[in-house]
């Protein structure tokens, strides 16, 4: 057999290894599934993390920047709302959140909810701003229901949109 034969069987026993039927769905196979995927995953990362944003129930949401406790959303109430069987604490704190739903900054009031033992679900410390214990007037990591009518017991925190910051 010539040299030129042996490169001519050579190839030819390539081609029938990597164009056969088979060979040709499988490729086709990782084509279709892979051309699927792609795209996809990006989209639902992005769509995840939008969501948690403007979902009440997740420590991303973008009202809680601020805040340090229970979310009462988890908790049977809602972002503004409390509990049944507690009531709001006559004081509150308040930071500044940005909604990046519309890029605009937002006083929020960051009220605790009293009456009944510690909610214990969705516990949030995002903290921004938050200064030391010794900066009363700056720090978050108060009990607010101390004072309040139905006294001690904390149960969660709310968080109501006071007002629009203008810029
Ligand atoms: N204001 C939320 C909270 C309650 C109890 C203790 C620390 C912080």
Redesign the pocket.
Known sequence: MSRYDALIEHLTRNLAGTAGRRSFLRTLGHVLIGAGALPLLPVARGQAAGNDEQNPQSCDYWRYCAV??FLCACCGGTDTICPPGTEPAPMTWVGTCLNPADGRHYIVS?N?CCGKSSCGRCLCARNEGDRPLYMAGKS??????VGSKSDIP?HC?MSRVINVVEQ
């Open positions: 340090d406790g960051y605790d978050n990591d108060y009990n607010w229901c904390y925190t």
